[in-house]
């Protein structure tokens, strides 16, 4: 049962994100922020990378209480787990970028505060996960928190939105039409990183899952030959 | 074509996280019998009894309360009333406050036909108490009170007999063989046999999660 | 048995409950309490600087007793030993959901009534002839509260540190009620725009629609067993 699709996916994405990070760096200075613009490229891209993992997390999420297949929930886990990886990532761009330009590190901007925010809820997500044994119990109650969770992100965003906002104009408005406000070599640039990180995204999502599946085979085949063992009256219970 | 039984569960195992606490169990309950689950502590009784009250999902295999299957869960609940060995009577209550509390729940409401119950109980002085102040004896009486008033034709019982004093359990059994005597049926879980033979046609026995000779 | 007969059923036992032992509103309001007296010595002594802040301080206070209001209305249920048997009557398990919910809310309630005068007597709350629109925003936001505190609670009952959990749960997802309830509480006091209250109540209404509707439908999952 290898994962025919991973390894093409793999180099598709490592492709991807050679030519990206050629026009990254590549690309023209930026008038006002100078080479700084550089930190666009990574920093936007995983900030979109973690909302498609949070979505991926919510619709699998929804997918499993509805069929109680146990692999939208191992999807469930592995898109929230590399989505709370690029969520620190983004953060970490982000206060970089934001000391020279803001001069300092953090600001109360709606999107950095949701970012946090989501951040906050997934890994409570991570910590009941951890806190429950039995795995169909932890499939329902971590779906559940996902779900709750997830629809919470853009109620957050609105509110902290009206509630203040200095962050400069999206570069491509995520409410609303697309409106490319930047120079052409810097738009190419950040599309090709947008559809690296995309595919990541998609490379990671496989990779993790099909782990979490492996340890699961193992842990039923345990757990099945115990039961079947001790059907036949053969094995001892283990005490 | 014949009712169908009370219950019937076939290969049925779960697990609490990495262990099996039921390893495949076939049962079947007819309309009407009334059955004593033996087996030392930790055997999977109580486990038993909340997979048939429509309290936990079994992992493998089928079961049916009534005809109904055990994942339509509402039609489960509304055949079964299981009476946990923790009880679940709020202390600030009254034993009366209890008692309606728990039939509102089950649908019902008639308190003129408990009357003869409650006071057969002994519990007609004590049924404006708060359940704080009540003795280990009397609440076991508020619970059978409940007991023999929740109109569900299925009971399963755990443990009705551990911590009681010689009245109490006198009184249990007669409840218990009562309930039998109206058409009901009863699975009654205890590690003491004689007791529960008192009031049962057949006997089960439980270890390490699996049904035994008896 | 309606669904309506089953919330109320339960809503009145958790209030007669309540009543009967007054632990939740006791511990609750003199917790509250004290985040005013803590948020008053941190802020404070300055009159001018507390009424500016007696919004956030009010809320903050609502806040973190409504956690622990949600948490004590399903610890009870767990200390009774109650928990299993409200699962397996026949009923389902939304009504269950919204009958804790309405109890829960009722406290909340009592919880505001009391607060809300003792924060004004303490730092300045002016809304004049404005008191509808701050009560308005005391029964939206704290059904905002209610709703996310009691689903979480219900959640985490069996879970090992509830107590250390449960609000890592809730105050992410809550920071659109706290932070329209705040603006909204200020503008109220400060003599703010009518339409820009009129739009933080609405942010409000939303909020308590969706998770209303939301924790409803999926509350059943989460407590089955």
Redesign the interface.
């Known amino acids: 049962m290898r994962d025919r699709l991973a390894r093409p996916l793999g180099l598709i994405t490592l492709l991807c994100f050679a030519v990206g990070l050629y026009f990254a760096f590549s690309s023209p200075p930026d008038v006002n922020q100078g080479n700084l613009i550089r930190i666009l490229y990574v920093h936007v891209p995983s900030a979109w990378f973690s909302y498609v993992a949070y979505t991926g997390t919510f619709v699998y999420s929804l997918i499993y209480l509805l069929s109680r297949k146990r692999k939208y929930d191992r999807l469930a886990a592995a898109s929230t787990e590399i989505g709370v990886l690029m969520t620190v990532l983004t953060l970490y761009t982000g206060s970089l970028w934001g000391r020279p330009t803001w001069g300092v590190y953090w600001v109360w901007d709606p999107r950095l505060t949701t970012t946090a925010l989501a951040l906050l809820i997934y890994l409570g997500y991570f910590v009941v996960r951890g806190l429950i044994d039995d795995p169909g119990r932890r499939g329902r109650v971590a779906a559940v928190i996902a779900i709750i969770g997830t629809l919470d992100i853009p109620v957050n965003y609105m509110s902290v939105y009206w509630w203040r906002s200095i962050h400069q104009t999206p570069t491509f408005q995520l409410i609303g039409g697309v409106r490319v406000s930047a120079a052409a070599p810097m738009v190419e640039a950040l599309l090709v990183m947008l559809l690296a990180y995309t595919l990541l995204y998609f490379y990671l999502l496989r990779l993790r899952g099909r782990l979490a599946e492996l340890v699961e085979t193992r842990e039923e085949r345990e757990l099945e030959s115990e039961l079947q063992g001790d059907l036949k009256g053969g094995m001892r219970e283990p005490q | 074509m014949s009712a169908p039984p009370a219950a019937q569960l076939a290969g049925v195992a779960l697990r609490f996280g990495r262990s099996w606490v039921l390893r495949g169990i076939d049962l079947e309950l007819r309309v009407g019998e009334s059955v004593a689950l033996f087996g030392p502590n930790g055997s999977g009784k109580s486990t038993l009894l909340r997979v048939l009250a429509g309290g936990l999902a079994p992992a493998k295999g089928e079961g049916r309360v009534f005809g109904f299957d055990l994942r339509d869960k509402l039609s489960v609940r509304q055949h079964v009333h299981l009476l946990g060995h923790d009880a679940g009577l709020y202390p600030d209550l009254t034993a009366a406050e209890n008692l309606r509390f728990s039939l509102a729940l089950h649908g019902q409401q008639g308190e003129a036909a408990q009357a003869a119950l409650l006071s057969e109980l002994g519990l007609e002085a004590h049924l404006g108490k708060r359940v704080r102040q009540l003795s280990a004896g009397l609440r076991k009486r508020v619970l059978l009170a409940r007991l023999a008033l929740v109109n569900s034709p299925l009971l399963l019982i755990d443990e009705p007999f551990a911590n009681l004093d010689a009245d109490s359990r006198e009184l249990s059994l007669e409840v218990l063989s009562r309930l039998q005597r109206s058409g009901k049926t009863l699975l009654i879980s205890s590690h003491e046999p004689e007791l529960a033979e008192a009031v049962t046609g057949r006997s089960l026995r439980m270890e390490g999660g699996r049904l035994v000779a008896a | ?1 309606s669904p309506w ?2 919330i109320w ?2 809503a009145l ?1 958790d209030w ?2 309540e009543w ?2 007054r632990d939740s509103l006791t511990a609750t309001v003199f917790f509250a309490g004290l985040v005013l007296l803590i948020l008053g010595f941190a802020l404070g002594p300055s009159r001018q600087r507390l009424q500016q802040a007696a919004p956030g301080i009010l809320w903050t206070a609502l806040a973190f007793s409504s956690v622990l209001a949600a948490q004590r209305s399903f610890g009870s249920e767990q200390e ?13 398990h939304e009504w269950i959901y919204l009958g804790k919910l309405l109890g829960n809310y009722g406290q909340l309630l009592v919880l505001g009534a009391l607060l809300t005068p003792l924060c004004d007597l303490l730092f300045g709350l002016p809304a004049g002839p404005r008191w509808p629109e701050l009560l308005l925003t005391l029964l939206l936001g704290l059904l905002g509260l209610s709703v996310i505190g009691c ?1 979480y609670a219900a ?2 009952t069996q ?3 509830r107590e250390a ?1 449960l609000p ?2 809730i ?3 809550v ?2 009620v706290i ?2 309830s705040v ?1 909204a509480t200020s503008l109220l006091t400060t003599g703010g725009l009518g339409s820009e209250v009129r ?2 109540l609405g ?1 409000l209404v ?2 308590d629609l ?2 209303l509707v ?2 409803t439908l ?1 509350f059943p ?2 407590l ?2």
């Open positions: 048995m007969n089953t059923t339960v036992k007669r409950l009967r032992s009774a030993g109650a928990l299993e048997a409200l699962t397996l009557y026949p009923v389902a689903f959640v985490t879970l090992r540190a959990l890592v749960l105050f992410p997802v920071v659109p932070l329209a603006k739009s933080w942010l939303v909020f969706i998770y939301c924790a999926i999952y989460a089955e067993g």
